[in-house]
């Protein structure tokens, strides 16, 4: 099965700061990665597919690159409302794995 | 509008069966994989396995396999998710998922939860 690390698990910032989040697969996985954001007690919600690709109604300083096994999410300045938990999802060849989850904090 | 609904929060007993259910609406439930994640409690979320109810095409995460049955009944739009004996480690929240077709398999729209508390 493919393992996804994600990391940092946890990390600190204020609004205005660029923060990146990434993840690495265990394998190459080609784009088959997308990112989401969970706020508490809600169902997650997806930022990004096929690595960069920004879903209906994001904004756009939410932003993925990567291919193969490494992968990044950027958010180029931050707002009060991106305070959550970030996932990454790999999804290549119809199996799927999180990663561990970083929980994004206000400094 | 597509919306997945699911069944309400259970609380059951150790060695106890379950099922429930999430409700789609608003595209063809047929054309789309439906998902099931877990996330314990203060914990992550594990992706559990999928479904393709045109077909019943089923599945799933090695971890999973054998610890829950997933099924669909594309009459009424429906998915499951059931356990024939829970243990109180299956305690966690429990969400369905719509996967994409096009570009990425990834699920878009998510089921509000079901809160599954297996306690003796």
């Known amino acids: 099965a493919i393992q996804m690390t994600q990391s940092p698990s946890s990390l600190s910032a204020s609004v205005g700061d660029r923060v990146t989040i990434t993840c690495r697969a265990s394998?190459?996985?080609?784009?088959?990665l997308g990112w989401y954001q969970q706020k508490p007690g809600k169902a997650p919600k997806l930022l990004i597919y096929a690595a960069s690709s920004l879903q209906s109604g994001v904004p756009s300083r939410f932003s993925g690159s990567g291919s193969g096994t490494d992968f990044t999410l950027t958010i180029s300045s931050l707002q009060p409302e991106d305070f959550a938990t970030y996932y990454c999802?790999?999804?290549?060849?119809?199996?799927?794995?999180f990663g561990q989850g970083t929980k994004l904090e206000i400094k | 509008e597509v919306q997945l609904v699911q069944s309400g929060a259970e609380v059951k007993k150790p060695g106890e069966s379950l099922k429930i259910s999430c409700k789609g609406s608003g595209y063809s439930f047929t054309s789309y994989w439906i998902g099931w994640v877990r996330q314990m409690p203060g914990k992550g979320l594990e992706w559990m396995g999928i479904?393709?109810?045109?077909?019943?095409?089923?599945r799933y995460s090695p971890s999973f396999q054998g610890q829950v049955t997933i099924s669909a009944d594309k009459s009424i739009s429906t998915a499951y998710l059931q356990w024939s004996s829970l243990k109180a480690s299956d305690t966690a929240m429990y969400y369905c998922?719509?996967?994409?077709?096009?570009?990425?398999?990834?699920?878009?729209?998510w089921g509000q939860g079901t809160l599954v508390t297996v306690s003796s």
């Open positions: 998922a719509r996967h994409m077709t096009t570009v990425t398999t990834l699920p878009d729209y």
């Open positions: 394998q190459g996985i080609r784009n088959d």
């Open positions: 479904i393709y109810p045109g077909d019943s095409d089923t």
């Open positions: 999802l790999q999804d290549y060849n119809y199996s799927y794995t």
